[in-house]
């Protein structure tokens, strides 16, 4: 949760995971947290070299979410 080392942001991060859980009102809501990773994922070295099984399961999931966040961008703009 955050970067090697961070600890601060770390806490932030983990205060913030907290929470969403005490103030969600109901199972599956999303919350956006306002954390910005400081590099481009595609940028980021640390990936393992396999996707993990979390990830394969949801990837067109994911697909999809990023291209309504795209899209919702290209609509305000």
């Given at each position: 949760?955050?970067?090697?080392?961070?600890?601060?942001?770390?806490?932030?991060?983990?205060?913030?995971?907290?929470?969403?859980?005490?103030?969600?009102?109901?199972?599956?809501?999303?919350?956006?947290?306002?954390?910005?990773?400081?590099?481009?994922?595609?940028?980021?070295?640390?990936?393992?070299?396999?996707?993990?099984?979390?990830?394969?399961?949801?990837?067109?999931?994911?697909k999809k979410?990023?291209?309504?966040?795209?899209?919702?961008?290209?609509?305000?703009?």
């Open positions: 949760m955050g970067q090697v080392g961070d600890r601060e942001g770390q806490r932030k991060v983990l205060l913030k995971t907290l929470e969403v859980l005490e103030k969600a009102k109901k199972p599956g809501e999303v919350w956006h947290l306002p954390f910005i990773w400081p590099e481009e994922p595609k940028n980021a070295d640390w990936q393992p070299p396999e996707m993990s099984p979390l990830i394969k399961f949801y990837l067109e999931d994911i979410a990023r291209r309504q966040q795209e899209d919702q961008a290209k609509a305000k703009a």
